[in-house]
């Protein structure tokens, strides 16, 4: 075989790849013009042979001629480009995204650019559904009722369906919450057996049900009334979880069959939207938890501050009368039970106090506040020494009811003289003193609303520290100081950098 008929093989046979890859293939040259391109290409574009595209210009094709000129000069200047996004306008006057990889070939007559072009139309798609997905879960000017509706018209478009419904199951009955829909055929509010519907598999079974063709997919299916009298004929659907349990559905349905079956990314996009349902839901029954529990938080503050309070004023008023119109050696005990009472109802208020749902945080340093705070406590002769640089994001009202009953726990503890510290943890801080610890049995039991060691303590100082932490989300740690006194470490916390 000569050279010539060798060369002549190869170019045969690269022509033959290059007309069988599986993406794009385009040759032009720097003026525009095309000199080859396989049939992946041709089709991209909506032609139906070469001719339909060896006789058009490039800029035909380009949106915006900026990005045309841009990709020249990259080549030009570079000689190559990879994965470049670019708008592309079909033959038809359609509109497609295609990622390109290009280089500079030189030929015997002349420099052209060989590229390889890729149609990502779909995954853009894709990608602009993810975001507008997001933009609906994340705008909390919207009620939940306003972003359900939204995401149901959101898949709708996106699967095609004439319905999308959010649903809850209660019992044998079917309760359509939220509709999105073509007709008025289904409105929220409207009640049918669970039987007749398909979601009563999806929420048996736990897991999201897809049905391109009813009648093809689930034939067993076909005598439910969704199906013989509303020609319900194509079906995808997920169950919404509130924790274990099975809250109700969220599926898209219409009267057409599918040739096909509904996509891997069809059923993962229903899938996010059910499991964001589920777990708006679930945040909802927290919150609304948490208020009844701040309303009786809020009561029993009430009767401490009041209902307590003003019968305890009455009898130390009584009770300083009676001290001034003689003597008794009753009367010192009776001052001390008051004194211990009054003690009493300002741990409990502030207990109830510290267990409420913090609704804001702000950025606090805790070495400048530690110093604040410090203040306002009759310190006696105690040391605070503060190791701590970063700032975190936390109630401030609440830091320093931790901050004051750890440093009054120290204090009562540990003497008057004690060393309390400040300091800084990998995701947290801590507070010690110096003093002699708390003994490993007793850790956990000294959390415990009422227990202490202390003749004078009501028990309730670390049970608010505890409370404190707890409602910001925050993990508390009862453990030995480097000196060997009480450290109680909080980590979890969210630091800042600003």
Request: net charge negative; aromatic share 8%.
């Amino acid at each position: 075989m000569t050279d010539r008929n060798s060369a002549e093989l190869e170019l045969h046979q690269y022509k033959q790849l290059i007309e069988t890859l599986p993406i794009g293939y385009v040759r032009t040259t720097l003026d525009g013009e095309f000199r080859a391109a396989n049939s992946t290409f041709v089709s991209m574009v909506g032609g139906d042979s070469q001719d339909d595209i060896l006789s058009r210009e490039v800029t035909e094709f380009y949106q915006d001629p900026e990005t045309r000129e841009n990709l020249l000069t990259a080549l030009t200047e570079v000689g190559q480009v990879h994965n470049e996004e670019l708008k592309v306008t079909t033959l038809s006057g359609d509109t497609i995204w295609v990622l390109v990889t290009a280089r500079v070939v030189e030929t015997v007559e002349e420099r052209c650019f060989d590229a390889l072009v890729q149609d990502i139309t779909d995954r853009r798609r894709r990608e602009d559904v993810l975001r507008e997905m997001h933009t609906i879960i994340s705008a909390r000017d919207q009620t939940f009722e306003e972003q359900v509706q939204a995401l149901l018209e959101l898949g709708r478009a996106e699967l095609n369906t004439q319905y999308g419904t959010l649903s809850e199951i209660r019992g044998d009955d079917y309760v359509f919450e939220i509709v999105a829909a073509d007709d008025d055929g289904i409105q929220a509010g409207n009640v049918v057996p669970v039987s007749a519907t398909n979601c009563e598999i999806a929420a048996s079974d736990e897991r999201t049900l897809v049905l391109g063709d009813i009648e093809r997919d689930a034939p067993d299916e076909t005598d439910r009334a969704g199906y013989t009298e509303w020609g319900i004929s194509c079906y995808i659907g997920a169950p919404v979880m509130i924790g274990d349990d099975v809250y109700g559905t969220f599926c898209f349905y219409g009267t057409e069959a599918r040739s096909g079956q509904f996509s891997t990314w069809e059923v993962t996009l229903v899938d996010l939207m059910s499991r964001w349902v589920g777990y708006e839901l679930q945040r909802r029954r927290a919150k609304v938890k948490l208020q009844r529990k701040n309303e009786q938080l809020e009561q029993f503050a009430s009767i401490v501050s009041h209902d307590l309070r003003n019968p305890l004023n009455v009898a130390q008023g009584r009770l300083k009368l009676a001290t001034e119109e003689c003597t008794s050696e009753h009367l010192d005990p009776v001052i001390k039970a008051h004194d211990r009472i009054e003690a009493l109802i300002d741990d409990l208020l502030e207990l109830a106090l510290a267990g409420e749902e913090i609704d804001e945080m702000e950025v606090i340093d805790p070495a400048i506040f530690s110093e604040t705070w410090w203040q306002n406590i009759d310190t006696h002769d105690a040391t605070l020494q503060v190791d701590i640089e970063r700032k975190i994001c936390a109630d401030s009202s609440r830091l320093q009811q931790l901050f004051e009953n750890l440093v009054r726990n120290a204090i009562e503890h540990a003497g008057k003289s004690v060393t309390v510290t400040l300091g800084q943890l990998e995701g947290g801080f801590y507070i010690e003193d110096d003093g002699r610890g708390i003994p490993p049995e007793e850790r956990d039991k000294v959390l415990e609303a009422g227990y202490s060691t202390a003749d004078k303590g009501t028990g309730f100082g670390l049970r608010i520290v505890k409370q404190v932490v707890d409602a910001h989300g925050w993990n508390l740690a009862v453990t030995e100081g480097s000196d060997g006194g009480a450290r109680f470490e909080i980590t979890g916390v969210e630091f800042v950098s600003r």
